[in-house]
């Protein structure tokens, strides 16, 4: 299965009642394998979790920690970046070169990658002392 598919598909899942937002993420492993998250809301705003962030949970929880594709999709007039949060998320557990697809279910889709969605990523470098 495509990560756009995946990603599709998983996006049907979304719990978004309040906002009707629904949104999916999937990303490829180092491995190979693909794993895929939806945004999941709470009424206690911002108690939910993004479709990137729920992706990542399920790979990690799989004993993975690295991303080497990812592909978000939502129902919008152009394609949805992730959060700040998410960018972060994506910056921890994938290289700056790695590709982000950004797309809508009407198709249009926008090319990027981790190190321009979030240039000067905090990294683990920066926790280390001189």
Known sequence: MSLRDAAAAVRENAHAPYSNFKVGAAIRSASGRVYVGCNVENVAYPEGTCAEAGAIAAMVAAGETQL???YVIADSPSPVPPCGGCRQKLAEFGAGATSVIL???DGAEQATTIAQLLPGAFGSDHMERS
Request: a negative charge.
């Open 103 to 105: 797309a809508t279910t």
């Open 68 to 70: 080497t594709e990812v």
